[in-house]
Antibody, heavy 117, light 111 residues
Framework: VQLVESGGGLVKPGGSLRLSCAAS????????MSWVRQAPGKGLEWVGR??????????DYAAPVKGRFSISRDDSKNTLYLQINSLKTEDTAVYYC?????????WGQGTLVTVSS | QSVLTQSPSLSGAPGQRVTISCTGS?????????VHWYQQLPGTAPKLLIY???NRPSGVPVRFSGSKSGTSASLAISGLQAEDEADYYC???????????FGPGTKVTVL
């Protein structure tokens, strides 16, 4: 199992960014996927989840990001996405993608998003 | 503010047994949702350590064990080793929040 995130970087407040997570080594299309973030020196925070298409493909989000973050998946490319809009300084964090089945079984190495003017 | 609470830190000598507690409520652990534990070594991604309250994934040493009772759960490390120095997080699901929740983490220091 391998999860590789990309797309992080330095963004100004109010800006947007799209993160990607390339998956391999497992049946991506049948797996629920999630994003978890970790602000510098802080703990883990669940961001959101997308179910497999066979389970409806629906998304759920944590309250702090609802309406600004959007998770999608492209099963043909084995890739998970996180679209982040209206970025705030408090969104500065390492963003991890992870497989989710109650537990977060496999994690990527993370991609750093820094929001600063 | 996390809905799951953990002690911020604890320490122990090599070979000692240490226990990390995770306290929740009737909308998460007490509602019957499983508790999972993660180990995060410095500068690395979290790794699943215990799942389903008391199960170890393949490759996790037997000195790590988990338990759950009521609205709380615990992670025990028997025979503490230097490489166990890390942050440990508990995680569950919360029905009131309709989402996954993590504890704030416990930093374990090996003396």
């Amino acid at each position: 199992v391998q999860l590789v995130e990309s797309g992080g970087g330095l963004v100004k407040p109010g800006g947007s960014l799209r993160l990607s997570c390339a998956a391999s080594g497992f049946s991506f299309s049948n797996t629920w996927m999630s994003w978890v973030r970790q602000a510098p020196g802080k703990g883990l925070e669940w961001v959101g989840r997308v179910k497999s298409k066979s389970d409806g493909g629906t998304t759920d989000y944590a309250a702090p990001v609802k309406g600004r973050f959007s998770i999608s998946r492209d099963d043909s490319k084995n890739t998970l996405y996180l679209q982040i809009n209206s970025l705030k300084t408090e969104d500065t964090a390492v963003y991890y993608c992870a497989t989710v089945a109650g537990k977060f079984g496999y994690w990527g190495q993370g991609t750093l998003v820094t929001v600063s003017s | 503010q996390s809905v799951l609470t953990q002690s911020p830190s604890l320490s122990g000598a090599p070979g000692q047994r240490v226990t990390i507690s995770c306290t929740g409520s009737t909308s998460n652990i007490g509602a019957g949702y499983d508790v999972h534990w993660y180990q995060q070594l410095p500068g690395t991604a979290p790794k699943l350590l215990i799942y389903g309250n008391d199960n170890r994934p393949s490759g996790v040493p037997v000195r790590f064990s988990g338990s759950k009772s009521g609205t709380s759960a615990s992670l025990a490390i028997s025979g503490l080793q230097a490489e166990d120095e890390a942050d440990y997080y508990c995680q569950s699901y919360d029905s009131s929040l309709s989402g996954y929740v993590f504890g704030p983490g416990t930093k374990v220091t090996v003396l």
